[in-house]
């Protein structure tokens, strides 16, 4: 089935420092990857929309200069949280949609799991 | 009102018991219905999917989707300590890739 492969999955840092989070699609090509946030015991928040060879759709409310987000190929997005503090802290999770399902059906990485110091 | 409603939980059942998991929703533009299981500290994992109304059965797992009523269900059967997860309804329009996701229902399943 279709993978998506998500690294690190537990990352740490101080406070001031950024830190860059992979995604892969590991067997399939996604020209549109998403990024999640989730707080402890709340639902998945969509934060932006990552777009293969263009800029990412950010949500409302979501920094996109504190949340950069690179797409340069169809496999591999990246997330950079750039001078990352203390609520910075997080569980951040990719998702692709492979097209073997339906339009919305999303699979979804393991997530990294960011504590800043 | 949201549009994905989902009770949080938790929802504790003993080990065999029936499992009925629900989300109602407000948007007739709906077409596609996802059930994800998340376990504490991963992403979510599709269990299943519906287009449009009916039911579908996957070994222990069976889903439900009632158009008229704006109502899905997640039915899981002789439930183990394993199924203890936070399961996560989502649901989409088809036009859009993203889908709407309900807050997610905290289930545990007690020996």
């Known amino acids: 089935g279709a993978v998506v492969s998500q690294h690190p999955s537990w990352v740490i840092c101080k406070s001031g420092t950024s830190v860059k989070i992979e995604c892969r699609s590991l067997?399939?090509?996604?020209?549109?990857m998403f990024w999640y946030r989730q707080f402890p015991k709340q639902s998945l928040m969509l934060m932006a929309t990552?777009?293969?060879?263009?800029?990412?759709?950010?949500e409302q409310g979501v920094e996109k200069d504190k949340f950069l987000i690179n797409h340069a190929s169809l496999t591999l997005s990246t997330l950079t949280v750039t001078s990352a503090h203390p609520e910075d802290s997080s569980f951040y999770i990719c998702?692709?949609?492979?097209?073997?399902?339906?339009?919305?059906?999303?699979?979804f990485g393991a997530g990294s799991r960011l504590t800043v110091l | 009102q949201k549009e994905v409603e989902q009770d949080p939980g938790p929802l504790s059942v003993p080990e065999g018991a029936i499992v009925s998991l629900n989300c109602t929703y407000s948007n007739s533009a709906f077409q596609y219905f996802m059930w994800y299981r998340q376990y504490s500290r991963k992403g979510p994992e599709l269990l299943m999917y519906t287009y449009s109304s009916g039911n579908k059965e996957d070994g222990r797992f069976t889903a439900q989707v009632d158009k008229s009523s704006k109502y899905i269900s997640l039915f899981i059967r002789d439930s183990q300590p394993s199924d203890s997860a936070t399961y996560l309804c989502a649901m989409g329009s088809g036009g859009s890739y993203i889908p709407t996701f309900g807050r997610g229902t905290s289930l545990i399943v007690h020996p």
């Open positions: 067997d399939f090509q996604a020209t549109t």
């Open positions: 990552s777009n293969e060879g263009s800029k990412a759709t950010y």
């Open positions: 998702s692709a949609n492979p097209g073997t399902s339906g339009a919305n059906v999303l699979t």
